[in-house]
T-cell receptor, first 112, second 113 residues
Framework: DQQVKQNSPSLSVQEGRISILNCDYTNSMFDYFLWYKKYPAEGPTFLISISSIKDKNEDGRFTVFLNKSAKHLSLHIVPSQPGDSAVYFCAASPNTGNQFYFGTGTSLTVIP | KAGVTQTPRYLIKTRGQQVTLSCSPISGHRSVSWYQQTPGQGLQFLFEYFSETQRNKGNFPGRFSGRQFSNSRSEMNVSTLELGDSALYLC????????????FGPGTRLTVL
């Protein structure tokens, strides 16, 4: 039972444009969300997080938006750069536990 | 600080065999979590160890087990390997709570023939 879903397996964007990666979750107990980026042959690296008390968090070119009523979060990358090409995973954690549930990932390709 | 290291990086086994994977967390980190990554399934949580105790467990059969040593290094064992166990096994460490940012190792690619 996939509690965190990334319904777009892949996304292609032109360099300089905005990349929007989406993530949906089903468990209303989730209150902490993260995005990770993964290059081939490397482990995921932490990108940005957001807790349920906020609806937006920014870090440089990366912004995460959380819509609790829709159980949806998105990652915006502006402007997109070729080095952003990677697989992006969203993850969520419930307030009752210490584990993270990951989505299946979205492969982003930024075209120069 | 050195990052999370995992050994071996690649492993080939046959069905029915058992395998042990090793993870050394970032110095000072006490929480180690293990994940299985397969195409189409994303990262599936296996278990988390904290101060030598299993604190959380995912929905995997008992063939998957782990342990953590006093220096926080962790091992994961899979017995009676099945073809479906072929995957990338990732470990991640965090300083205290596993809700802290997790730092991942490069993974061990296990192939079961």
């Amino acid at each position: 039972d996939q509690q965190v879903k990334q319904n777009s397996p892949s996304l292609s964007v032109q360099e300089g444009r905005i990349s929007i990666l989406n993530c949906d979750y089903t468990n209303s107990m989730f209150d902490y969300f993260l995005w990770y980026k993964k290059y081939p042959a490397e482990g995921p690296t932490f990108l940005i997080s957001i807790s349920s008390i906020k609806d937006k968090n920014e870090d440089g070119r990366f912004t995460v938006f959380l819509n609790k009523s829709a159980k949806h979060l998105s990652l915006h990358i502006v402007p997109s750069q070729p080095g952003d090409s990677a697989v992006y995973f969203c993850a969520a954690s419930p307030n009752t536990g210490n584990q993270f549930y990951f989505g299946t990932g979205t492969s982003l390709t930024v075209i120069p | 600080k050195a990052g999370v290291t995992q050994t071996p990086r690649y492993l080939i086994k046959t069905r029915g065999q058992q395998v042990t994977l090793s993870c050394s967390p970032i110095s000072g980190h006490r929480s180690v979590s293990w994940y299985q990554q397969t195409p189409g399934q994303g990262l599936q949580f296996l278990f988390e160890y904290f101060s030598e105790t299993q604190r959380n467990k995912g929905n995997f059969p008992g063939r998957f087990s782990g342990r953590q040593f006093s220096n926080s290094r962790s091992e994961m064992n899979v017995s009676t390997l099945e073809l479906g166990d072929s995957a990338l096994y990732l470990c991640a460490s965090s300083s205290d709570s596993s809700r802290d940012t997790q730092y991942f190792g490069p993974g061990t690619r296990l192939t079961v023939l």
